[in-house]
């Protein structure tokens, strides 16, 4: 199934919460000079016009990194990503919103390679035309759960891997956590940040606890809702699983998140979560 455009749901607080995480954790791994990979194992377009028919039918941007755009003041943390997505629009104005790969292309040095794997025709053509010039940048139309574990361990021994599939399929949720394991068993120290929806809770809770009984350490959550839980169809929160976090992530999330959540919570029910699932 390649049904799933993220060109519907580009700039949403799902977007905001993942981008946040993806441009600490790339910022914390860039103090270091030591070069590092970075994998995205569903990379999707790289881009998005928020004008175009897709954005402008759902709109999610508005409830999502409009909303934030023209406040002053926010943390630092928080500073950071609108940072990385006025470079992207090259102005003041909100006019597109960039894809995971694109924010790593930006934040990563001349010596960090970086590999996309996109399966969707019509992304993975914007997707490689927009990186063809960049030597750092290697693109595949391939699966990126297997193309992860094919890159791991990597021979920078340093890596960050972002994987957020867009769940069109069930099995996706099981297919996570089993990739996930057997990467961390090939290449126990590299970071993690795996991204899921809260459509329905118990997929959530099920992935969790099978992360907690994997013998896996040092792994951290963060989430957050615009809405409560519901039975109707429809995504009321989305979260973060990141696996070997930097040591300043927690509380860097735990000062945006509460933000984030009065900030970006429809009609004052916005939620979020910081937890650390398993000690490191």
Not at 107 to 128: F, V
Request: net charge negative; glycine share 6%.
């Amino acid at each position: 199934m390649l049904s799933y455009r993220h060109s519907f749901h580009a700039g949403n607080y799902a977007d905001v919460l993942k981008h946040l995480v993806q441009v600490r954790i790339l910022n914390y791994f860039c103090q270091k000079d030591k070069p590092f990979c970075y994998i995205d194992s569903h990379a999707g377009a790289g881009g998005y016009e928020l004008s175009s028919d897709h954005a402008q039918q759902t709109q999610e941007y508005q409830d999502g990194i409009q909303r934030l755009w023209q406040i002053e003041g926010l943390p630092e943390s928080l500073q950071s990503y609108l940072e990385e997505i006025r470079a992207f629009n090259g102005s003041k104005e909100l006019i597109r919103y960039p894809g995971s790969p694109t924010i790593a292309q930006q934040i990563l040095r001349r010596q960090d390679k970086l590999w996309l794997y996109e399966l969707h025709p019509t992304d993975y053509k914007i997707l490689s035309d927009h990186c063809q010039e960049d030597r750092r940048i290697r693109c595949e139309q391939s699966d990126g759960f297997q193309g992860l574990i094919a890159k791991v361990p990597p021979l920078e021994r340093r890596a960050v891997v972002l994987m957020d599939p867009p769940y069109e399929l069930k099995e996706d949720y099981q297919r996570c956590i089993t990739t996930l394991i057997k990467a961390n068993r090939r290449f126990a120290t590299g970071c993690y940040a795996l991204w899921y929806p809260v459509v329905a809770r118990e997929r959530i809770n099920k992935m969790e606890a099978e992360l907690v009984a994997s013998g896996i350490r040092n792994i951290q959550l963060f989430e957050l809702g615009q809405s409560k839980d519901t039975e109707t169809f429809g995504m009321t929160a989305a979260g973060m699983i990141v696996i070997n976090p930097p040591w300043t992530l927690m509380q860097e999330m735990q000062q945006c998140l509460p933000l984030l959540a009065e900030l970006l919570g429809k009609e004052g029910h916005g939620h979020f979560r910081c937890e650390t699932l398993v000690e490191e």
